[in-house]
């Protein structure tokens, strides 16, 4: 086997590993589990990194077990909370399964007939018919509470402020470790991974192994660093919240204007964590980039591997395109080729006003359009200046005073973009 701890370390994202997990993983084909959390029906792109080590694993010749927490999702994970979260009622954790499930099927080919295929499971199907009183039985009489009361998350939780934290809660770890051991049971799954936040939870699972099974059982753990920002701010999070991993939430002109805009030293970080380009081609493109930072040949590259592997080729040459048009040397037909959603993305807080079709089937004079119709500019001296200045355009193309706006310069049948200089922008809405 190639070694998968030595390519994860170089790419900073082994943050505590068990002893033995190494020679495990170099010994033999390790099946090995990452759990996601239903807390919403997508995932965002803090959910990219456990995504890619499932991948990773794949590559390197191993099983990866992909779970989501049908039954833990509607206890929650006090890992990293400062207060218990609301639960979750069955209906909106079902609908929340399907998915993050329909998500991971685009990384991971769960029909593939590989020997090392990977398996995508749900924790309420073994989870559902156990009975309170043979989970204590058999599961919480194999762990002590001192044990459990050691871990940080607890800790944490019972001298920080705030409420404390409930029974519900507390019981997770026991739950999380469940899963290891049904997983070790039905499918010999060996090791659990995920973010450092997890190792307490992580580390239970290890021990309910050993202590459910016969002596000389096996399970190891390996966790990988909470991703931040070189100004430790929360990775993950734009102007508009959370960066998802599906167009209907964050599209994907705004997905890739995401990486695009990371700092030269986060750039340097994250196309190690976030690409699968090897190491001597990110080495040579980390000194490229060094040599001439404006040209952010970094951030470009990074921008274009993430898109592709979360949204594909196609969508990334979209995203681009839209790029252009704000940035670059476009046409009108250009413009004309951007759908409505990712116009409006491109052209986000840009002021608005709205014409009637009826205005402008005869066309309408652009000094009257420019003042009166929008209000972009104060007065029709103003506008007749900057038309002289040959500074306004309409649909990305000059135009004079004599120009007249009609049904022709709309796009998408209900959009002109005027610009005034390079860098004012205005919508007209026709309807």
Not at 143 to 158: C, E, Q
Not at 364 to 389: C, H, P, Q, Y
Request: with cysteine; proline share 2%; charged share 25%.
């Amino acid at each position: 086997m190639k070694n998968l701890v030595e390519e994860l370390q170089w790419r900073g994202l082994v943050h505590d590993i068990m002893p033995g997990t190494e020679e495990q993983l170099l010994k033999e084909m390790t099946t090995t589990y990452i759990g996601f959390d239903p807390t919403s029906d997508s995932l965002h792109i803090g959910s990219l990194v456990p995504i890619l080590l499932l991948v990773h694993l794949k590559n390197f010749g191993h099983k990866p077990i992909a779970l989501v927490g049908g039954a833990t999702g509607m206890i929650g994970d006090p890992s990293g909370k400062s207060d218990e979260r609301n639960l979750l009622d069955e209906v909106t954790l079902a609908h929340n399964v399907e998915g993050i499930k329909a998500v991971l099927s685009r990384f991971l080919d769960f029909n593939s007939k590989d020997v090392n295929a990977p398996v995508l499971v749900n924790n309420y199907d073994w989870m559902k018919d156990l009975s309170f009183i043979n989970f204590a039985r058999d599961v919480g009489k194999r762990i002590t509470v001192n044990y459990m009361m050691a871990k940080d998350s607890v800790k944490k939780r019972l001298s920080g402020e705030g409420e404390g934290m409930s029974f519900t809660e507390f019981t997770y770890q026991l739950i999380q470790g469940y899963d290891f051991y049904h997983l070790h049971k039905e499918y010999n799954c060996l090791l659990q991974m995920g973010g450092s936040d997890q190792w307490g939870n992580i580390t239970t699972g290890t021990e309910l192994v050993r202590r459910m099974n016969a002596e000389g059982a096996k399970a190891y753990a390996m966790t990988c660093p909470l991703i931040t920002k070189a100004d430790g701010s929360k990775f993950g999070k734009s102007e508009g919240g959370n960066v998802w991993l599906t167009a209907d939430k964050t599209s994907v002109y705004k997905f890739y204007q995401f990486w695009l805009n990371t700092t030269d030293v986060d750039a340097e970080k994250y196309i190690k964590i976030f690409t699968f380009l090897d190491k001597a081609t990110i080495e040579s493109l980390i000194a490229e980039h060094q040599v001439a930072p404006h040209l952010r040949v970094l951030q470009r590259k990074l921008a274009e591997e993430v898109t592709t592997f979360v949204h594909s080729k196609e969508e990334l040459d979209k995203a681009i395109q839209a790029s252009n048009i704000l940035f670059g040397n476009a046409s009108a037909t250009d413009l004309k080729q951007l759908d409505e959603a990712t116009f409006l993305e491109v052209f986000d807080g840009v002021p608005q006003a709205e014409i009637a079709k009826s205005e402008i089937e005869n066309g309408l004079d652009i000094v009257t359009v420019l003042n009166e119709k929008t209000g972009f500019f104060k007065s029709n001296g103003e506008a007749r200046r900057a038309l002289t200045a040959n500074s306004i355009s309409v649909n990305k193309e000059k135009i004079t005073e004599a120009y007249q706006l009609s049904t022709n310069d709309l796009i998408n049948n209900q959009f002109v973009l005027l610009q005034s200089g390079k860098k004012n922008y205005f919508i007209v809405r026709v309807k």
